[in-house]
T-cell receptor
Framework: GQSLEQPSEVTAVEGAIVQINCTYQ??????LSWYQQHDGGAPTFLSY????GLEETGRFSSFLSRSDSYGYLLLQELQMKDSASYFC?????????FGAGTRLTVKP | EAQVTQNPRYLITVTGKKLTVTCSQN?????MSWYRQDPGLGLRQIYY???????DKGDVPEGYKVSRKEKRNFPLILESPSPNQTSLYFC?????????????FGPGTRLTVT
């Protein structure tokens, strides 16, 4: 079947680094995206990887290994406002598939 | 301001009473999509549209209809809602082609069917 697996919860302290992993199994693959969603809000786009390697956007980085069907989102210098749910998503032909989400809690 | 709007934001209805959730975007995006979000299940795609008059089923299309008569609008229709359609619904839009991956989401519609 087609699936995206990511941890359900992660906890870290302010200022630390956290990595959220995502493994996927889909019939097609055009790229891996990451979205952030605060409680009560809408998902917002963070990053996208179509090719293997690391993409950096400020404190956030995203990595992809197509051969391993694996990617991760790296959040550095964690801030309290980073407490949110993070979703990986795969573009599969014309549709999008999302993981169940990882709830990140940042503690002081 | 570039945005995706949805109406209503909250809706409580009864089983079997037809309803429509509207979605509109002002970014001239070709691609539009509807998702439902349920606890522990993430976002599941209901229907999507690549352009005007072009729609296709996502992962969970049963019980839903859509139409795309204009580029900016993509309404979601529940002909006969049932309690298992109680959920949080998001509309999203994006450019086509290489920029397809960055989707812009509306604020969400919380639907309760009793």
């Amino acid at each position: 079947g087609q699936s995206l697996e990511q941890p359900s919860e992660v906890t870290a302290v302010e200022g630390a680094i956290v990595q959220i992993n995502c493994t996927y199994q889909t019939s097609g693959f055009y790229g891996l995206s990451w979205y952030q969603q605060h409680d009560g809000g809408a998902p917002t786009f963070l990053s996208y990887n179509a090719l293997d390697g690391l993409e950096e956007t400020g404190r956030f980085s995203s990595f992809l290994s197509r051969s391993d069907s694996y990617g991760y989102l790296l959040l550095q210098e964690l801030q309290m406002k980073d407490s949110a749910s993070y979703f990986c998503a795969v573009r599969d032909m014309d549709d999008m598939r999302f993981g169940a989400g990882t709830r990140l809690t940042v503690k002081p | 301001e570039a945005q995706v709007t949805q109406n209503p934001r909250y809706l409580i209805t009864v089983t079997g009473k037809k309803l429509t959730v509207t979605c509109s975007q002002n970014m001239n995006h070709e691609y539009m999509s509807w998702y439902r979000q349920d606890p522990g299940l993430g976002l599941r795609q209901i229907y999507y549209s690549m352009n005007v008059e072009v729609t296709d089923k996502g992962d969970v299309p049963e019980g839903y209809k859509v139409s795309r008569k204009e580029k900016r609008n993509f309404p979601l229709i529940l002909e006969s809602p049932s309690p298992n359609q109680t959920s949080l619904y998001f509309c999203a839009s994006s450019l086509q082609g290489a920029d397809y991956h960055e989707q812009y989401f509306g604020p969400g519609t919380r639907l309760t069917v009793t």
